[in-house]
């Protein structure tokens, strides 16, 4: 496409001389009603001239039957047309559907480069095979589990722990493709995050109870058991946890479980960050954001810096949200502060993925702005220059998928759900 004509054909039966074929291409404000030709009683074509097919476009096709004196509409259908990039451009494609559609499930990179798929209410789990681009179906969990926490162990094996609205946890080997139970958290989670600290324990923080906790537990894979560790100074979901160069882990954001209207609401959601310490299994408050942020996104990069990103709601609880809010912050490591990230970065998405590409640049793709509906956008952030580049975007509108980066560089999307809340098994590859 792009460079050639198209030719669209239907195929049906009894196709007479009453019979009639309307297609219509809408582009750029205009439309314009394409030719089409009755080529025997069972095809319809139509001409899809290439200069039309340079620009992204919906195509509707009717189905006519011109009875004499009316004219009834058999058919009628409608898709999108996008052109494909430039030769060399990165860009989106599709690859192979997963087995089963999936939201709030989770995604993680084996040791072997391949995908564990696992989470999302199914409890068959399925891998992701990049050298043949296709997905298997892999060993079951023991239990069902939507939002779960998924964690590449050191020995290779992965830690699948709680989910709504579960406590118990469990292992997955990828040499035997099984699932099997392991100790029980301290308390139930989901929407809490679990992170490998470089001692090889798992610390998993806060969750969505009823309100969100404030406390945090570690995993000693050794054991096989859970430790009840200091609480964070607030209660926190949907947040972010970043393991630093220093081996002390960034928690960021997150909102305190209670409805923005609650009248017994906590007058802000999360502002500080804090630094949990391996070392003394404690919390420390560290820098203030500039605005409350909420499935946002945290990514290291090279130089141990954390990019935070988005997830700031117009609304903060009953207050209004700060009126210059830094829609992108730079945590330091060393001098443990905050400041502003690079100008001209506005967004406000939340439930999207960003995701540090192997030339240090972070790839953005899809989520929703202000609580409106899935967006198929994407868009390249080069730190260096501060710009955020549109790119060609994702093959379908999609929020909450997960993102991951594989060995030779290409970013994975999975999942997710469309603007009517339904689970996608649809899958495609950034390159």
């Known amino acids: 496409m792009g460079s050639n004509a198209l030719t669209l054909t239907l195929t049906g039966e009894n196709f007479g001389g009453r019979t009639r074929l309307e297609v219509t291409w809408s582009a750029t ?10 080529e025997d009683p069972t095809r319809l074509t139509a001409l899809l001239p ?70 999302g209410e199914p409890r068959r789990a399925e891998i992701y095979d990049p050298a043949t681009e296709r997905f298997e179906t892999t060993g079951a969990l023991r239990t069902a589990r939507s939002q779960p926490s998924a964690t590449l162990l050191a020995s290779g094996k992965v830690l699948i722990a709680g989910g709504e609205p579960l406590g118990t946890a469990e292992i997955y080997d990828p040499l035997s493709g099984t699932f099997a139970l392991t100790g029980s958290m301290t308390m139930a989670r989901a929407n809490h995050t679990a992170t490998l600290l470089t001692d090889g324990r798992v610390l998993l923080t806060g969750g969505q109870t009823w309100p969100a906790t404030a406390s945090a537990e570690v995993f000693d894979p050794t054991s096989g058991s859970f430790t009840k560790v200091g609480d964070m100074s607030t209660g926190r979901a949907d947040h972010t946890a970043t393991l630093l160069p220093d081996g002390q882990v960034l928690i960021a954001g997150g909102w305190n479980g209670y409805p923005p209207d609650s009248l017994d609401d906590p007058p802000w959601d ?158 495609e590859l950034y390159q």
């Open 29 to 38: 404000g205009t439309t314009t009603e394409l030719q089409t030709t009755v």
């Open 50 to 119: 290439a200069e039309l097919l340079r620009t992204p476009a919906l195509v509707w096709v009717s189905l006519w039957d011109q009875a004499p004196g009316a004219g009834v509409q058999l058919w009628s259908g409608s898709f999108a047309v996008k052109p494909p990039p430039p030769t060399g451009q990165a860009h989106f494609r599709r690859t192979a559907e997963m087995a089963l559609p999936r939201r709030s499930h989770r995604a993680v990179l084996l040791s072997d480069g391949r995908v564990l798929i696992v989470g």
């Open 270 to 427: 999360p502002l500080e960050t804090e630094l949990f310490d391996p070392a003394t299994n404690r919390f420390t408050t560290a820098a203030r954001m500039s605005a409350t942020r909420s499935r946002h996104q945290a990514v290291q990069l090279a130089d141990g810096r954390v990019l935070l990103l988005g997830g700031i709601p117009a609304i903060e609880n009953l207050h209004e949200q700060t009126p210059h809010p830094e829609y992108a912050e730079l945590f330091d490591p060393v001098q443990h502060r905050l400041s502003p990230g690079p100008d001209g970065i506005g967004t406000v998405q939340s439930g999207y993925t960003a995701t540090l590409l192997s030339d240090g640049r972070v790839l953005l793709a899809g989520g929703v702005e202000r609580m409106a509906t899935p967006v198929d956008s994407a868009a390249v952030l080069d730190l260096e220059s501060g710009q955020l580049v549109p790119i060609p975007g994702l093959s379908v509108p999609r929020v909450g998928q997960t993102a991951t980066r594989l060995i030779d560089g290409r970013v994975l999307l999975t999942g997710g759900y469309d603007d009517h809340g339904i689970p996608l098994a649809a899958a």
